[in-house]
């Protein structure tokens, strides 16, 4: 069973940057839509980033647009999140997800949403803490 590990949570000032891991554990072929979610106390989750690994398509949250970048290596079976001009509002666990083979060739947004329930792996996270 593939597993997902997350690594490069930690703790910022409001401003810096961060950059998010997210390994797979098999090779995955490179046709995937790789998904990053956070989900703060309270709150409910909220899908920030996506691409889809065959193509390079990629989908971001109004809340991250222009601040935060998803890429990828498929050599390394690996997707980042680098998250730069860090706020107090970006402060939650982030979860790295995997839609693996995915019918259509792309991540599935609806109404502007990406559907966590199309991924069907997940990592175990890591925390993100922006102070002010």
């Known amino acids: 069973q593939v597993q997902l590990v997350e690594s490069g949570g930690g703790s910022v000032q409001a401003g810096g940057s961060l950059r998010l891991s997210c390994a797979a554990s098999?090779?995955?072929?490179?046709?995937?839509?790789m998904g990053w979610f956070r989900q703060a106390p309270g709150k409910e989750r909220e899908g920030v980033a996506a691409?889809?690994?065959?193509?390079?398509?990629?989908y971001y949250a109004d809340s991250v647009k222009g601040r935060f970048t998803i890429s990828q290596d498929n050599a390394k079976n690996t997707v980042y999140l680098q998250m730069n001009s860090l706020k107090p509002e970006d402060t939650a666990m982030y979860y790295c997800?995997?839609?693996?083979?995915?019918?259509?060739?792309?991540?599935?947004?609806?109404?502007?949403?990406?559907?966590?329930?199309?991924?069907?792996?997940w990592g175990q996270g890591t925390q993100v803490t922006v102070s002010s």
């Open positions: 691409i889809y690994t065959g193509g390079g398509s990629s």
């Open positions: 098999v090779y995955t072929y490179g046709r995937n839509c």
């Open positions: 997800a995997a839609d693996f083979f995915p019918i259509e060739p792309m991540c599935t947004v609806v109404a502007g949403t990406l559907l966590s329930s199309h991924f069907g792996v």
